[in-house]
């Protein structure tokens, strides 16, 4: 997928008159862009992190829902196969924000996510909370509210337009979220990342 595809799809068109209020789902290694308030983002994280940014000026955000910090083994990726990990998920979200008139020194910015889900040595959660902690302090970007880490699910609801935030903390196991982590792309990917690991206990 090229960047300006992966641009167009992330793109949620604007208000139409009449329309109701709706939620959007933000999946896992996507991300959305909104400047509808009629819109709320959505997304449920277990280990994964979503980072949502706004622009409080043009009234204009986003929000993304990434995997794993960084590809560390050299290769080439697909935009849409690069999108789970945050190196490049959070520059895209930016860069659109900012194609959409943002500004890089106004944009507000807040972090959820990076539950460790599961018994395993490999702390996922962690791993990415420190990521993006250290990645967006690197590049200046002040992080203005967060609720990371833990080892429970969470289920998120984000309004770009108003910078509003609705997070609920589910139970363990919550089925949906554990299913998906343990199915694609987090043991592969690990595995790929750090070598010959087991993330989870048979």
């Known amino acids: 997928m090229t960047h300006q595809a992966e641009a167009k799809r992330a793109e949620i068109p604007e208000h139409t008159p009449g329309a109701k209020s709706r939620l959007v ?10 400047s509808d308030r009629d819109v709320t983002l959505t997304t449920t994280l277990g280990s994964c992190i979503a980072v949502c940014i706004r622009d409080p000026v043009i009234l204009c955000g986003g929000m993304n829902h990434f995997v794993l910090p960084a590809n560390q083994d050299g290769r080439m990726e697909v935009h849409s196969f690069a999108m789970r990990y945050g190196s490049y998920s ?35 959660g962690d791993r990415n909370v ?27 609801r984000y309004n770009a337009v108003t910078g509003r935030i609705l997070m609920k903390k589910l139970p363990r196991p919550e089925t949906a979220i554990f299913d998906e982590e343990k199915a694609l792309p987090i043991a592969r990917i690990v595995r790929e990342s750090t070598g010959s690991i087991t993330l989870f206990r048979p």
Request: glycine share 12%.
């Open 25 to 34: 789902r933000v999946s896992q290694a996507g991300y959305r862009v909104s």
């Open 90 to 124: 959070i520059e895209r979200l930016i860069n659109h924000i900012i194609a959409r008139g943002g500004v890089r020194g106004r944009l507000e910015i807040k972090v959820f996510g990076g539950g460790n889900m599961f018994d395993s040595q490999v702390r996922v």
């Open 130 to 156: 420190d990521f993006v902690e250290s990645y967006l302090e690197a590049e200046g970007l002040p992080i203005v509210a967060a609720d990371v880490r833990g080892n429970q699910a969470r289920r998120i």
